[in-house]
């Protein structure tokens, strides 16, 4: 069932999405060669309950960190520990969901360990640019193939592959609602966009073959041909005039993009 956010929830979930941030853009900077993803996950929690938001992954589904830190092959879920030390070339995914005042807000981004390679770069700012590409059709009247296909022809176009195991989805007063965001799709299919929508719309991109396994861990999920991948998403709401407004990235302003 899809739920419709008024305007007063669409705030709530604004002062969520900026809490997030600045706890996102604490953790970025943390990023560097011999850092352990534990000392990442313990920054996070720390700045969450902070500012009295409470860390959604936390215990969820058994889950037992604040943050998804998934490292080069790695699509998502990768669980921080401090037998996990970041080295110069890695390339970091970040995923990190909070609750303030019962509204979540979802984002994560995927960055560099030091110097990494060209092919790593190139990666990276794709993945950001499918994002971009994908949130300009989250508009009143598209359909969720049309946020789907922007994402998989970027990708496909510049020589990597969208996963097809994992999406984005609907968010709001439970980290996962409906509807499920498709990384591929065909244009005009699927649901159409309303508005009061709020969607995690997160391309997971692959330098080579989409298809995944699973650790023993029974959470992290990495390419089989151990491929690296790369991750960016962001909270946004659909509106009823114009594009959407992108929650967990404040002061955000389409006529300046």
């Known amino acids: ?38 000392e990442l996950d313990v920054l996070a929690e720390r700045l969450i309950r ?22 080069n092959d790695e699509v998502v879920h990768g669980i921080p520990s401090d037998r996990r030390v970041l080295k110069e070339g890695d ?4 995923d990190c969901t909070l609750i303030l005042d019962g509204w979540q807000a979802d984002s994560a981004f995927t960055a560099g360990v030091g110097a990494i390679s060209e092919d790593a770069q190139k990666l990276i700012r794709v993945t950001e640019e499918c994002f971009w590409k994908a949130v300009r059709e989250c ?22 592959t969208p996963i097809r195991e994992f999406t984005g989805h609907g968010i709001g007063k439970a ?11 065909e244009p005009g299919r699927g649901m159409r966009l309303r508005s009061g929508m709020t969607l ?11 298809h995944l396994s699973i650790d023993e861990d029974g959470w992290c999920a990495r ?16 509106t009823e005039e114009g594009l959407p407004e992108i929650l967990t990235l404040p002061g955000f302003n389409w006529e300046e993009e």
Not at 145 to 155: E, I, L, M, R, T
Not at 201 to 210: F, K, Q, Y
């Open 175 to 185: 980290m996962h609602e409906d509807p499920a965001v498709y990384n591929y799709g």
């Open 200 to 210: 995690a719309v997160e391309p997971m991109i692959s330098a080579g073959d989409w």
């Open 139 to 160: 508009v009143v009247g598209n359909r969720l193939g049309d946020v789907g296909y922007a994402v998989q022809s970027h990708a496909e176009a510049n020589g990597f």
């Open 1 to 38: 069932m899809i739920s419709l956010k008024n305007t007063a929830q669409i705030a709530k979930m604004r002062e969520a999405g900026k809490i997030l941030r600045e706890v996102e853009d604490e953790v970025r900077l943390a990023i560097r060669p011999g850092v352990t993803t534990a």
């Open 223 to 238: 390419t089989v041909d151990h491929s690296l991948t790369a991750h960016y998403e962001h909270t946004i709401a659909v």
């Open 91 to 94: 390339i970091l995914s970040v």
């Open 50 to 71: 902070k500012h009295r938001a409470i860390p959604s992954s936390l215990h969820y589904e058994g889950y037992p960190c604040s943050i998804c830190a998934s490292l």
